[in-house]
């Protein structure tokens, strides 16, 4: 498995230092040329036409990974290899860079998943590999993408096995995913890229490890963390229903979306909300590393990135949900710690990593990925915070699992197609007419 798992690892980890490297680079030329927003529309239709004329199932994103790994541990896989075309890999690439380059709020964790997952399954098909082999580098693929964009190879491979298995994990894979994220935050580093520190200040281990006031604290508002999450999850998700429902042309989704966008800035009268929200456009703005600062954000920070990051990729713009759900947890953090009277920076933390968790149904990895990043010191905390945010967060994820997916298609199909009317023959031999 070494030759399976080196190569996924050393370019995927190369794409994500591409990507990082690329992102900063687009978000730097709308800082510098403002104006840029108003082509949001036009942008939109771009990444439309390119899904619709060359994506054949890419635009169904991570996702469509999920269920290439089902599908290759199944007992009778379908024989579709193109199920993760090649294509997808620089296809999302590119259209995260139109979508942050126009202003479009998404984040990146989507995109490094898709890309992973995407060169891990070209090489499987170029080795021909099939089931146990074949999924393992599926799942190295997902683990050494979001290892390497954000830097934290031991979430990375918990990630990858929690969003799929939820919580059953193998040593097998568990270990060759850590590999694969290890050699690809290690490759993405060597090619030069950098990734966000945040300055968290605990409270002496004395004083608050034991300190059930501030247990309670947190619990408390890992409840409103997990609520938040649910609205995320639901928004983003009915918008995108909304469109599909009335927009039947693809490519005006993102041009409404685009133009709401435009508007929403307008009437907030900021733009710190737009594009990753991590670098500052000005000396004042909020962004994700300013919420760990006293000022740093405002009570409704959190509100106006889940509504524009939701209308985003609700409209058709791509991009991953992960860094926006950081940004939305640590201002609501930051606003939650005066009420509570709660270290600021440490609950900041504590929603940067809980309204992870409560999104994506992976407590365990955002526990991990808050030790990575913010130290171990806060390692009972978080895991608290994650695993309440999972439970108030409801059952609905941003990833679907393989084997709902279709029993939500069906129920969109029932919903946005119009009744037909069906002949059935009746037990006494006459024809009956009934909707379905």
Request: aromatic share 8%.
């Amino acid at each position: 498995m070494a030759l399976v798992v080196a190569p996924i690892a050393l370019v995927t980890g190369a794409a994500c230092a591409l990507f990082l490297w690329a992102l900063d680079a687009v978000t730097q030329v709308r800082f510098a040329y403002p104006a840029l927003l108003y082509g949001l529309p036009l942008g939109g239709v771009v990444i439309a036409y390119l899904y619709e004329r060359h994506g054949k199932n890419s635009s169904r994103g991570n996702n469509l990974i999920l269920e290439a790994i089902h599908r290759a541990q199944s007992e009778n896989p379908d024989d579709d290899s193109s199920l993760v075309p090649r294509r997808m890999a620089p296809l999302i690439l590119v259209t995260t860079l139109l979508t942050h380059l126009f202003g479009g709020s998404a984040g990146r964790e989507g995109t490094a998943v898709q890309m992973g997952g995407s060169l891990a399954a070209g090489w499987s098909r170029l080795l021909r590999l099939q089931g146990r082999t074949k999924r393992l580098a599926l799942l190295c693929g997902i683990a050494a993408g979001f290892g390497g964009v954000f830097g934290t190879p031991l979430a990375g491979a918990v990630f990858a096995l929690e969003v799929l298995w939820h919580g059953r994990l193998e040593t097998e894979e568990t270990l060759l995913c850590l590999l694969a994220a290890m050699g690809s935050d290690w490759c993405a580093q060597a090619l030069g890229a950098h990734h966000v520190h945040y300055a968290v200040m605990f409270p002496p281990t004395g004083a608050w490890l034991f300190d059930a006031t501030l247990a309670l604290k947190v619990a408390f508002a890992a409840v409103l963390f997990g609520l938040v999450a649910r609205a995320f999850v639901e928004l983003t998700g009915g918008i995108g229903h909304l469109f599909k429902a009335r927009v039947s042309q693809p490519l005006l989704r993102p041009v409404i979306g685009g133009a709401l966008l435009v508007a929403l800035t307008a009437l907030v009268g900021t733009r710190d909300y737009l594009g990753l929200s991590v670098l500052p456009g000005n000396p004042d703005s909020i962004t994700l590393p300013s919420a760990f600062e006293a000022g740093g954000a405002n009570a409704f920070s959190w509100v106006w990135k889940t509504i524009f990051t939701a209308l985003t990729l609700g409209s058709g713009f791509k991009g991953g949900e992960v860094t926006p759900l950081f940004f939305i947890g640590a201002t609501l953090g930051n606003t939650l710690s005066g009420p509570l009277h709660a270290p600021l920076s440490l609950l900041a933390a504590v929603g940067f990593v809980a309204v992870f968790a409560g999104a994506s149904k992976t407590p365990l990895a955002s526990t991990i990925m808050g030790i990575e990043l913010f130290g171990a010191q806060g390692a009972p905390l978080f895991a608290l915070a994650c695993f309440i945010a999972l439970w108030s967060s409801g059952e609905r994820s941003i990833y679907q699992r393989p084997e709902l997916r279709r029993g939500e298609e069906e129920r969109e199909e029932e919903e946005i197609s119009p009744p037909q009317m069906d002949t059935d023959v009746t037990t006494d031999g006459h024809r009956s007419r009934k909707r379905k």
